[in-house]
């Protein structure tokens, strides 16, 4: 037996890191625009750098593992985040912010192909789900709090009074006309402290189970052959494309149409994105219990463009309960397009698993779209393209012929017996 409750409480700790590193790039746009004056595809390319990191290490990730290990594989993305936070920290400028974001990225991207094997060994398979469910709130969770982190931390940068706390050993080293890159001392400090909690703690033995192993460069050629495994990694790059073009254009839409502080009321709207995105996932987790999961996406969908549309077009009160919504109805859309997807093949789940990450670089590709768009036609055009990838997602609840449909509680009609 490897289970580890002390493990578990390490991973659910990491993917709160995980999320509060990743998701914080959309709040801090306007700023980094400001800041650096930048055009709209010029800041796109930030997240395009973080993002792409994902579609370059996923697949090595999961072959250095069985070599190396999860202790060693977790302090090196650490300490990698690390180099990459202190790099924009020490010298802030544009080119250090799209290696710096590259750099959190590779960091991030490893940590996600290590700690949910880890986390069904530590927690026990018989426990997986739950764990894995409780790991995405957790997810959630931090994706809420770190925009109120940023509005926080920059309110207290600006006060006349001067700093207080542990901030004021970041003022030293912080230029007084970007309060943002403060986040980043911040970042560099957490991802030391995990290197230090990591190297002090134990790890389970894991063992692989056959779907979790990383396939051969022969087993991803014959995936990619299949139609279906092309629809699905398109899938999922759809829908973190549409996840990160909302989340990091919301401060600056709202800052650009309705002039709202993107400090404050911006980063407030992003953080109710995900805070919503987590409520809406628990909601979803009761309704694939009651339907099928195909029906469940297509209405959730129809509803996150219908938000998406009053988000871009209403008056900016609306749009400040709109998009946090799409965040709402987008919820369900990872969990079931992942689940159809592995439904779908009869075997190489694993090397699946790892094509279907590998899209995550939609989040990479869409924003830096949308922003050169917006360069274009405006903003509010460029985030009109959405509707293509958002679109596509709604195109699976009608195709999608999964060999197993996931299970729906019915009632059960009691037969008269004669």
Known sequence: MNRSSYTVTLIM???????????????????????????????ALLPFAFFIAYG????????LLERYHEKKMMTAAFLVAFFGSLLLAFSPNYLNAVL??????????????VINPLLRTAGGEENYAFNSILAQLIFGLASFVSPLVYSGMVADFNKPGGQSGFLSLFMKYTPPDLPWISLYWLFA?????????????????????????????????????????????????????????VANWISQFL???????????????????????????????????LMDSRKVLILFTVLALLCLSLGLF????????????????????????????????????????????????GGAVVPLIVGSLGDLTGLRYGMLFL???????????FWARPIITNKVITRRKKKLVE
Request: hydrophobic share 55%; net charge positive.
């Open 13 to 43: 700790l990491t993917f709160f890191v995980i999320s509060f590193l990743t998701n914080i790039t959309g709040p801090l746009i306007p700023d980094i625009i400001k800041g650096f004056n930048l055009s709209l595809t010029l800041v």
């Open 56 to 63: 370059i290490m996923s697949i090595p990730s999961g072959m």
């Open 100 to 113: 710096s974001l590259f750099l959190i990225g590779c960091g991030m991207a490893i940590l996600q192909v």
């Open 189 to 245: 400090l957490i991802s030391l402290l995990m290197i230090a909690v990591i190297l002090a703690s134990r790890f389970p033995k894991v063992e692989l189970s056959q779907d979790e192993k990383a396939g051969t460069f022969q087993t991803y050629i014959g995936l990619f052959k299949k139609r279906v495994v092309i629809l699905y990694f398109l899938a999922i790059f759809s829908y973190v494309g549409t996840e990160q073009g």
């Open 255 to 289: 800052y650009s149409y309705h002039g709202f502080d993107p400090q404050t009321t911006g980063a407030q709207a992003v953080a109710y994105f995900w805070g919503l995105m987590t409520a809406g996932g628990v909601l979803g987790l009761l309704l694939v219990k």
């Open 314 to 361: 209403g008056p900016g009160r609306l749009a400040l309960i709109a998009f946090p919504l799409v965040g709402f109805f987008a919820s369900v859309m990872y969990p079931i397009i992942f689940s159809l997807a592995l439904n779908s093949v009869k075997e190489h789940h694993g090397s699946f698993a790892g094509i279907l990450v590998t899209g995550i670089v």
């Open 387 to 397: 509707y293509v990838p958002i679109g596509f997602i709604l195109s699976i609840g």
